[in-house]
């Protein structure tokens, strides 16, 4: 009788190439760099940019980008890895922040293009139902040479091409302004106008360092990021280092007619903006209010169960415009059947809604399964005013579909609540024209 054969195990390195691949894609950098340490083999692997670093930058973004044409295709995988690594937080809704005297749309919207990432004001479309205009108005991509290169237009005039990102040549005599993306944690951009001698220069990274993410976007950024900022602009202006090749820099530039043009502008990112399954209501919306306009507003969950929701605005408007719409202190649904009352309360009740001829999105399904008990705004703007409970206390009531409206018991109308995006898309996007 035969003995049975003993199976031999496998190494890693017994695998086909591709297969190798395959898996170390789903590695980090510094992973990787302690794996190519085992043997020699392993450390060619590392260093081949055509293969590794190539399915690296492919699992993560080739469905997203076309990462053969960034810098023109003339860069290292490895090199448009670590630029593309820093520019995905980008992705996704920002708020403006701080004072600006042209006042532009508060929220913005970073997407990926071919061979860039795009960064658009987003704004209600007059008298247009739940459309929206995006117009671009800023560019970030990688030269030829494989350094990070960023525009600007502050009109949102321009159509730039991936032709015109490569080569700066015409770029920097029209209106569009080279800036600087400068990372202050994960949270927290500045746009600021680069002053350097002519030609690309790599746009400052502050690092990745993990800073504890807040839905406050509304009241001023937490001491550790303010103290991040600080030290930021101390050292940009501070003595010694490089700072007397800055001020050189300034000099010649000012001296060839090229004076300032732009202010420095900053945006907070909005963190989770879309709904989860223990968060129905959380995220970025859109509704039509009392005077027909359409209006973004943010809720948000905090830690304790509570629930607010606000309009998106700057954090320079005064206080009553950045207090809660409504708000809760608890997210406990009641399911339905509800009593005769309650389908009464709904029921009596005008939907807040565009005229039919603008409407082009779907209709809302009305179909309530569920709803939630919320207060307005009042008694927390006016602290310790006796109110009319009748006067505070709305209703949240959530359809079929996942939307959701609101309504208070001292008004007759519900405003319905859409999606801004889903997926990662914008929705409901009109033509520039439609916001003239």
Known sequence: MEAAAIPIPLTFGDFPEDVQLCVLS???????????????????????????????????WG?????????GGKISYKRLYRILDEYENLIGFW????????????????EWGPSYISGSRIS???????EVVKKPFLWMSVASDGQPVSYLDPDGRCALTEGDLMD???????????????????????????LGLPGFSKAPFLGNSKTEEYENVYGSPPDSLMTEIYQYFANRT??????????QRRREKEKQGRMKRWEPEHFVKIVNCSPKPGRPLQGLWKGICDDTSLDF????????????????????????YNAPVFWTSSSTFIECPFSVEEDLIYKSRLHLRPPPETDHSLSTNDAVTRMLYINSSYDLV???ATLDPQQVEGRIWQYQNGTFGFGFLRDSYIIDLRRISENGRLLDAAAESSNG
């Open 26 to 60: 789903f590695l980090r950098p510094s992973d990787l760099a302690v794996f190519a340490s085992t043997c020699k083999r392993f450390v060619s692997l590392y260093r081949h940019d055509q293969r590794l670093w190539f399915s690296m930058c492919d699992r993560r």
């Open 63 to 71: 469905s997203k980008t076309l990462i053969n044409k960034w810098g």
């Open 95 to 110: 708020r403006r922040c701080g004072d600006s005297v042209a006042s532009p749309p508060p929220l913005v919207f970073f």
């Open 124 to 130: 209600p479309a007059r008298n247009r139902g739940y």
């Open 168 to 194: 700066e040549s015409g770029i920097l005599e029209s209106e569009l302004i080279h800036v600087n993306v400068c990372f202050i944690g994960e949270c927290h951009v500045v746009l600021e106008e680069n």
């Open 238 to 247: 501070s003595p010694g280092g490089n700072g007397a090749s800055r001020r």
């Open 297 to 320: 507003y943010l809720v948000s969950y905090d830690d304790v169960g509570g629930i607010a929701c606000r309009k998106v605005g700057d954090s320079s408007r005064p206080l009553a």
């Open 382 to 384: 006016i602290p310790g």
